[in-house]
Each structure stands twice: as structure tokens, then as C-alpha cells.
């Protein structure tokens, strides 16, 4: 197993990585819309957080060896299944290779974002 660090996303709020290597898979904690520069939470809609996750999960994933292109399997957690239309049309302009998805809403997600995204990639190299 191998440890995934960037500087490029947000660094990870608990004891855990940012993502994790186990022979040609990765897994992504999940992600929320953290600006990497600031700390803070990015945006106030469901679009602009959606984005903000987007943007950290590539950086995660190029760091970890793979990409948009790799990713498996997603899971998403809205805290409002009523944005879920907007998330999703977020998400399709990132995870064009439609990969497998689950996706439901939470009771609450932390610091009360409104999305949450981890993700399988597999490495290209």
C-alpha cells in the first residue's frame, strides 16, 4: 500500500489519507468542497460545491497515477436529494467515462456541506 499526497487538494480534516494505492487501484477519501489554498468551504450552491469537489478529485488523481478516464466506481452522498439534478449535471462534465455510481443523501455531511464524492480509479502506469 502506498499513501497519495498533494499539496493540490485539500489535506485530509481527520486521520486518513487523501487516497491510497493497493496494486493498480486507487481509492479516494472523499472529497468536499475544501479550497486547497484557503481551508474554507468553497461556494454556497450545489454546483459551485460540486465543482470545488471535481477540481480536488482530479488533483488527487493525478497525483495517485490515474484520472477521470480510470475511475471505477463512485460513491456520492448529497445532503439533499432535491440537488440532485444539478449535482449531476456537474458531475457528468467531469466523470465522462460513466463510471459506476452510487449515490444517496445523508443526514448531514461534514463541516454541513451539501456533496461528498470518493471514487476508484485505476492507475494508468
Not at 95 to 104: D, G, I, K, L, T
Amino acid at each position: 500500500m502506498k499513501k497519495v499526497h498533494t499539496d493540490k487538494a485539500p489535506q485530509a480534516i481527520g486521520p486518513y489519507s487523501q487516497a491510497m494505492i493497493v496494486g493498480d487501484l486507487v481509492y479516494t477519501s472523499g472529497q468536499i468542497p475544501i479550497d486547497p489554498e484557503s481551508g474554507a468551504i468553497f461556494g454556497a450552491t450545489i454546483e459551485e460545491q460540486t465543482e470545488r469537489v471535481c477540481m480536488n478529485m482530479e488533483q488527487i488523481l493525478l497525483a495517485a497515477g490515474a484520472s477521470y478516464e480510470s475511475v471505477v466506481k463512485t460513491t456520492c452522498f448529497l445532503a439533499d436529494m432535491a440537488d440532485f439534478a444539478a449535482f449531476n449535471a456537474v458531475y457528468a462534465k467531469y466523470f465522462v467515462s460513466c463510471p459506476a455510481r452510487s449515490c444517496v443523501a445523508v443526514k448531514t455531511l461534514p463541516k454541513n456541506v451539501l456533496v461528498e464524492i470518493e471514487a476508484i480509479a485505476e492507475r494508468k502506469d
